[in-house]
């Protein structure tokens, strides 16, 4: 075991240096923090919210198979890692769900009656909010990989500016700056 029990940076190592104990102890670890991270950006997904453990296990699976390359900058670099993998598992999951599942849009929900009257469902409305996802979902893919994880730090997993200031290694106002030009962009797209 490594010379600091709650030293991630010590257990990374151990685990690194083939240390199982330390290895278990990192999933115990970081089990419930992937599974928070997913459950936070699934919401109230029904689809993907039923993959969840499946998601958290791959994520973490991949997580530590990674492990003798990882390379551990800081007591927080190895939660940042993992909820990196966390959110390409989903979007992976996310496509393969797309993909799988394509079906032509109804134009009311099934059972429901059509409203023509401008309060509630429309014959257009999903056919709106598909637009709107894939351009949200285009969006996403072009941010740098740095504007992704301050959005994903800060709006999905609700961390304060000074923490995810601390977590990337930056001044708070540096992360403020930039999150504040990703969520000007996002707004506008939005509207």
């Known amino acids: 075991m490594p010379s600091d029990p709650d030293s991630t940076i010590d257990l990374i190592s151990a685990a690194q240096g083939g ?3 330390a290895a278990n102890e990192l999933f115990a670890r970081y089990t419930p923090i992937a ?14 919210q039923n ?18 390359r990882f390379e551990m900058r800081h007591e927080s670099a ?9 959110e ?17 849009v109804p134009l009311t929900p099934s059972g429901a009656e059509r409203d023509f ?16 996802q894939e351009a949200i979902d285009r969006w996403a893919e072009s941010l740098t990989v740095t504007d992704r994880r301050i959005f994903q730090l800060k709006v999905v997993e609700r961390r304060s500016a ?5 977590e990337l290694g930056w001044k708070e106002g540096s992360v403020r700056s930039r999150l504040s030009r990703v969520l000007a962009e996002f707004s506008r797209l939005i509207e």
Do not use: M
């Open 51 to 68: 993959e969840l453990e499946d998601i958290v296990q791959d994520a973490l699976n991949d997580a530590f198979r990674a492990l003798p």
């Open 162 to 166: 000074r923490e995810v200031a601390e």
């Open 117 to 132: 009257t401008g309060h509630g469902t429309t014959p257009s409305r999903p056919a709106i909010d598909a637009e709107r």
């Open 19 to 21: 240390d199982r104990a």
């Open 35 to 48: 599974t928070r991270i997913a459950s936070r950006r699934l919401g109230v997904n029904p689809t993907l």
């Open 78 to 86: 190895f939660r940042s890692y993992l909820g990196t993998i966390v």
């Open 88 to 104: 390409n598992k989903i979007r992976d999951r996310a496509k393969v769900a797309h993909i799988k599942h394509e079906q032509p």
